[in-house]
């Protein structure tokens, strides 16, 4: 049975020119630390690709072999679970150059440069890459094509539950900045204990909301001050470093009525300090 659509005739429509020289890669590393740029990255593609962009492109644009030689384009895709892939983005090979480490390493550097006119694509296009032995580079030619097998609402505006609720910074933000129907409902609907975990220290700040505009209001505060929320201590962290908001991560530990009043949820909020100690929540001042 013919394919619905294939990825090349998608972005053919979308407008690329599918008779350049294309190849798609397909970025998914089981390795927990890789050397970007001469120096050793703890992480994987699909988080660098959604919390530290620079970091993925130059992830992408560094090689060991000269993997995009005569190629004018990329079609770039995050591996997902099986042999699933996720399209993130078109890039123009600019041109190539060796880049030389002060240990002596070398890789190949190819300058990239995103296409626009895919961005209602991006991150909503699920292709099958296929079973077996594949490369994570291949020829996208009209014979080797990628079966389109789902479009998505991408990976931030389908609200999973409260209890599965953990945004890292710039989740909340790009969640807060584009406001998300389905997440602004549900935030919106009720205030919460939540806590803020710092992946860098180890610690913790517990905190609860009570306003009329529920989680949404509270979080709406950290978004746009990168993380500190004017909490004391947190404030104190983002002032000495202002990307130390990109070390913290959202959740909820549980839900309370919207009209809840202020006692009522520092009462609660105090019990979930004492259960989880109080020298965990170490980012607390109370």
């Known amino acids: 049975?013919?394919?619905?659509?294939?990825?090349r005739e998608l972005l053919s429509l979308r407008g690329l020119d599918v008779n350049k020289r294309i190849k798609v890669v397909r970025h998914k590393d089981a390795r927990k630390e890789v050397?970007?740029?001469?120096?050793?990255?703890?992480?994987?593609?699909?988080?660098?690709?959604?919390?530290?962009?620079?970091?993925?492109?130059?992830?992408q644009s560094e090689q060991g072999r000269d993997v995009f030689k005569d190629v004018d384009y990329i079609v770039s895709f995050i591996g997902e679970q099986g042999t699933t892939a996720r399209f993130v983005g078109v890039y123009h090979i600019d041109g190539l150059e060796m880049k030389t480490f002060p240990d002596?390493?070398?890789?190949?550097?190819?300058?990239?440069?995103?296409?626009?006119?895919?961005?209602?694509?991006?991150?909503?296009?699920?292709?099958?890459?296929?079973?077996?032995?594949?490369?994570?580079?291949?020829?996208?030619?009209?014979d080797k094509d990628k079966e389109v097998i789902e479009i998505t609402p991408g990976f931030d505006n389908v609200f999973p539950g409260y209890e599965k609720v953990l945004l890292r910074l710039g989740d909340l933000q790009?969640?807060?900045?584009?406001?998300?129907?389905?997440?602004?409902?549900?935030?919106?609907?009720?205030?919460?204990v939540y806590v803020i975990s710092d992946r860098k220290s180890k610690s913790l700040y517990v905190g609860s909301t009570y306003?009329?505009?529920?989680?949404?209001?509270?979080?709406?505060?950290?978004?746009?001050?990168?993380?500190?929320?004017?909490d004391i201590t947190l404030k104190k962290l983002c002032n000495e470093d202002p990307q130390y908001g990109n070390n913290f991560s959202w959740s909820i530990l549980e839900i309370l009525p919207l009209n809840i009043s202020l006692d009522e949820a520092v009462t609660i909020e105090t019990r979930y300090k004492n259960k989880l100690g109080r020298e965990v929540c170490s980012l607390n001042n109370n």
């Open 211 to 230: 306003n009329q505009e529920g989680i949404w209001g509270r979080w709406k505060i950290y978004a746009d001050t990168g993380g500190h929320g004017n």
């Open 174 to 192: 790009n969640i807060i900045k584009k406001e998300y129907p389905e997440w602004k409902k549900m935030l919106s609907a009720v205030n919460c």
């Open 35 to 59: 050397v970007v740029n001469g120096k050793l990255e703890q992480g994987n593609p699909y988080d660098w690709y959604r919390y530290n962009r620079e970091l993925f492109i130059e992830y």
């Open 104 to 142: 002596g390493a070398s890789c190949y550097y190819y300058r990239m440069t995103q296409l626009t006119g895919f961005e209602a694509l991006e991150e909503r296009i699920i292709i099958d890459w296929g079973k077996g032995t594949l490369s994570w580079n291949q020829w996208l030619t009209k």
């Open 1 to 7: 049975m013919d394919r619905i659509i294939s990825i």
